[in-house]
Nanobody, 120 residues
Framework: QVQLVESGGGLVQAGGSLTLACAASGRGIDIYTMGWFRQAPGKEREFVGASFWTGGFTYEPDVVKGRFNISRSNTYNMAFLQMNSLEPEDTAVYYC?????????????WGPGTQVTVSS
């Protein structure tokens, strides 16, 4: 079973950029689809995007709007969410999640989250 910890969150001005990292331990992520989610105050958690274990990516277009990029390093057991042109509406706790040998369906491994705050 893999364990996940996010880092890289913080306070940024609107229009700025942040790159979140997700460090995995316990076993390699090569057989895991790595997803990113976020939850804003008072709102439900929403899907941002994912890096499939079989290769390829998917994004939630209404969230990403062409501004975010997901990457991964199976060698270093890490996943990344690069966020550009940040808006105050992107303020949320961002979570890394994983699911084993599946590109779709429920994620069953979650990190504790990292706070991203975008000031106007």
């Amino acid at each position: 079973q893999v364990q996940l910890v996010e880092s890289g969150g913080g306070l940024v001005q609107a229009g700025g950029s942040l790159t979140l990292a997700c460090a995995a331990s316990g076993r390699g992520i090569d057989i895991y689809t790595m997803g990113w989610f976020r939850q804003a105050p008072g709102k439900e958690r929403e899907f941002v995007g994912a890096s499939f274990w079989t290769g390829g990516f998917t994004y939630e277009p209404d969230v990403v709007k062409g501004r975010f990029n997901i990457s991964r390093s199976n060698t270093y057991n890490m996943a990344f969410l690069q966020m550009n042109s940040l808006e105050p509406e992107d303020t949320a706790v961002y979570y890394c999640a994983a699911k084993r040998q599946s590109n779709y369906g429920k994620y069953d491994i979650w990190g504790p989250g990292t706070q991203v705050t975008v000031s106007s």
